[in-house]
T-cell receptor
Framework: GQQVMQIPQYQHVQEGEDFTTYCNSS?????IQWYKQRPGGHPVFLIQ?????EVKKQKRLTFQFGEAKKNSSLHITATQTTDVGTYFCAVGSDYKLSFGAGTTVTVRA | NAGVTQTPKFQVLKTGQSMTLQCAQDMNHEYMSWYRQDPGMGLRLIHY???????DQGEVPNGYNVSRSTTEDFPLRLLSAAPSQTSVYFC????????????FGPGTRLTVL
């Protein structure tokens, strides 16, 4: 499957601060999905991006697909304790979904 | 709707034992898949199915078998368990293959001694 690299692997955030996690590929992607997994839980779908330069927002979360469709980012504003978890990007091709290693977010109150 | 269900939640096996992890969905999804999750490695695709009677290998298929006799069920069989198969296993289903939202089950935590 296609390889995607996620950075950073860990993100320690002060409550109220913003942060961004990135998903990068060496090849052009047809689509990218983002999932969130709470500690001890299962991955839950957040969003899918398919268009070059696409930007989608979900409350405090902003998702972006790069113009060249080789990278994507997730930006969270005013981090809350409910944002704790691991965020994965995933790329679909030929019936296979390839996940990045994830960014694990912890929040300091 | 129950969504995607998995049994058991926890399992401990001895090396060489075999077992079947169960997965079922009630959303009439054609696409189903199995992943394993290990620390720091994200989720890796083991096998997937695009419909009843059709299965194919994912990224890490060795040591695992699957079958899909009905749309609802997609069991994963470990033929001869090894310590390297200690992991958390997730089943997922989707209405549009790998290009659509995946619905994940709660997972099975497997330990092989």
């Amino acid at each position: 499957g296609q390889q995607v690299m996620q950075i950073p692997q860990y993100q320690h955030v002060q409550e109220g601060e913003d942060f961004t996690t990135y998903c990068n590929s060496s090849t052009t992607l047809s689509n990218i999905q983002w999932y969130k997994q709470r500690p001890g839980g299962h991955p839950v779908f957040l969003i899918q991006l398919v268009k070059s330069g696409e930007v989608k927002k979900q409350k405090r979360l902003t998702f972006q697909f790069g113009e060249a469709k080789k990278n994507s980012s997730l930006h969270i504003t005013a981090t809350q304790t409910t944002d704790v978890g691991t965020y994965f990007c995933a790329v679909g091709s030929d019936y296979k979904l390839s996940f990045g290693a994830g960014t694990t977010v912890t929040v300091r109150a | 709707n129950a969504g995607v269900t998995q049994t058991p939640k926890f399992q401990v096996l001895k090396t060489g034992q075999s077992m079947t992890l169960q997965c079922a969905q009630d959303m009439n999804h054609e696409y189903m898949s199995w992943y394993r999750q290990d620390p720091g490695m994200g989720l890796r695709l083991i096998h997937y199915s695009v419909g009843a009677g059709i299965t194919d290998q994912g990224e890490v298929p060795n040591g695992y078998n699957v079958s899909r006799s009905t749309t609802e069920d997609f069991p994963l069989r470990l033929l001869s368990a090894a310590p390297s198969q200690t992991s958390v296993y997730f089943c997922a289903s989707s209405s549009g293959g790998s290009y659509n939202e995946q619905f994940f089950g709660p997972g099975t935590r497997l330990t092989v001694l």
